[in-house]
């Protein structure tokens, strides 16, 4: 791998070859109005059956740019990671990954205070460059042989990992493009798969699950896309050339304005399914690369088969009305109770344990600016089965402590944030939440709309002024007034700090200018 680079002005780009994209898909304007197929949004997984084909008229592909880390489809990257160098050693929720650059939150199911679960997490095997070893957070997450591999076991409910790079992308007025390579092997919507959230803001672990949606954790304004359609031999489910090998594809799409979700999926008038890609055989096989071409009207999914870099057109989303245009893009790591999933029927072992790697992340468009996120740790408090619980809980009208490191002194920001998860362990709306930092107290009322489910997890920016901030530890309290409530994730972001990008102390890395 080349050397890690976070490019942030155009000199710093080199030229790529100009690559063969796949079959052509037929412009936005040659789509018909309805959707590819006509099934309702109970069919989640695998169906057999005559599928139909499509024949579209080809028209040309969008020209290859001269980005980095692959990318084929957008212009110059303004940001770039091929993983090539790990965390040098500051203390994070970030693993393997630099949090000078990275962020990393996670979520799970295991939350019940009567019996002392807190966000629990189990330990799970980790396929790394060296072997499987057994981890627990935040040693989920490595950096090795150039790729980044991060696994999680699903505890038999929904969880996600989520990571997201400090540094937005803006597509405002203009296409935007987003790329990455991962080893995308799901068995399904009851599996592991890959994911991608576009924020707002840097809120930890934007997620949701099920329509409508029992954890909510959505951010204010944004999107994420499932890649979890999944085909083999014998059984295309809602692949149109699926059937033949073992094939991956993207239907269901997450939009949220103001905090209400909206899903569109398969059936929808406006999403349209051309084609899956061949999966790849799991964390040390060859890797899917992906494009997202991201516009405030359309989205489009762009992927090639493992090990290839030919690109084909797989969904396109139209219609959409997003109501942000800047903001965080997200790779997340999702599971839903693996040992429901196609591993029953394909006899493959379940996915309940599972390592993605990915690999050269970059978007294109102007250079905005880049965050500095200060984490407080996860509180892994230890369980004999060898778990750890990375939340804390606290009672009514009291509060969980976070000391969060490393606060710089006299931040020249633009703002000054608190973020974290929380559920309110009543499955209540809380009529008001506690946030206090260094004795500051900002009582925030409960945000959500009534429509948004009032139990599970939330997460959520609250601004402070930077005033309230102090040099080196700052303590972070969080609870509700009225509600009994359990809190994860929980950090201290600057928005763009005058002066450069962020540098933790320990840091080895350098920022070209």
């Not at 107290?441 to 002024?465: C, D, E, F, R």
Request: glycine share 10%; with cysteine.
């Amino acid at each position: 791998m080349a050397a890690r680079q976070h490019w942030i002005r155009l000199a710093c780009l080199v030229a790529v070859a100009t690559v063969t994209i796949g079959p052509a898909a037929p412009s936005a304007a040659a789509d018909p109005a309805t959707g590819f197929f006509g099934m309702g949004s109970g069919s989640k997984l695998a169906v057999t059956g005559t599928m139909p084909t499509s024949t579209p008229t080809p028209t040309p592909a969008p020209t290859p740019g001269t980005g980095n880390c692959g990318m084929q489809l957008g212009g110059p990257a303004i940001f770039c990671d091929t993983f090539s160098t790990s965390n040098p050693g500051i203390q994070s929720r970030t693993g393997g990954l630099d949090p000078n650059v990275w962020g990393v939150s996670r979520i799970g199911g295991l939350n019940s205070p009567g019996q002392g679960q807190y966000n629990r997490w189990l330990p799970t095997a980790l396929v790394d460059c060296n072997g499987t070893t057994t981890v627990v957070p935040p040693d989920d997450v490595v950096v090795c042989n150039g790729q980044l591999r991060e696994a999680l076991d699903d505890q038999g409910h929904v969880v996600t990992l989520a990571m997201y790079p400090k540094q937005p992308f803006d597509f405002e007025g203009r296409t935007g493009t987003v790329s990455f390579d991962v080893s995308n092997d799901t068995q399904g919507i009851h599996s592991a798969w890959p994911e991608f959230w576009f924020t707002d803001a840097p809120v930890p672990a934007p997620f949701t699950h099920s329509v409508p949606c029992d954890f909510c954790s959505v951010p204010r304004h944004g999107f994420g896309i499932r890649m979890s359609i999944d085909s083999y031999a014998g059984n295309h489910g809602l692949c149109p050339n699926g059937g033949d090998v073992d094939r991956w594809g993207a239907a269901e799409l997450e939009i949220v304005r103001d905090w209400v979700p909206e899903e569109r999926s398969f059936g929808h008038p406006n999403v349209r399914i051309f084609s899956c890609v061949k999966a790849s055989p799991g964390p040390n096989g060859p890797l899917n690369h992906l494009e997202l071409r991201i516009s405030q009207n359309q989205i489009e999914l762009w992927g090639s088969d493992a090990g290839s870099s030919v690109l084909r057109l797989m969904t396109r989303w139209s219609n959409v009305n997003l109501s942000v245009t800047r903001g965080l893009v997200w790779l997340e790591d999702t599971h839903y109770n693996a040992t429901k999933g196609n591993c029953q029927s394909t006899r493959k072992p379940c996915q309940t344990q599972h390592t993605f790697t990915w690999d050269n992340l970059a978007f294109d468009g102007p250079f905005t600016y880049r965050d500095f996120s200060y984490d407080a740790l996860d509180a892994l408090v230890p369980h004999s089965d060898g778990s750890v619980d990375l939340a804390k809980y606290a009672a009514p009208n009291q509060t969980t402590s976070w000391n969060v490191l490393n606060m710089p002194s006299n931040p020249q920001a633009a703002a000054a944030r608190v973020l974290f998860n929380f559920i309110p362990a009543n499955w209540q709306a809380a009529k008001t939440l506690i946030v206090t930092v260094n004795g500051n107290q900002h009582p925030t009322a409960w945000p959500y709309p009534s429509s948004l489910s009032q139990g599970w997890w939330k997460t959520l920016a609250v601004t402070i002024p930077v005033t309230d901030l102090v040099a080196g530890t700052n303590v972070v309290q969080i609870g509700s007034v009225d509600q009994p409530v359990i809190v994860s994730n929980v950090n201290l972001v600057l928005v763009n700090v005058t002066g450069g990008v962020p540098v933790l102390p320990g840091s080895v890395n350098s920022y070209p200018e």
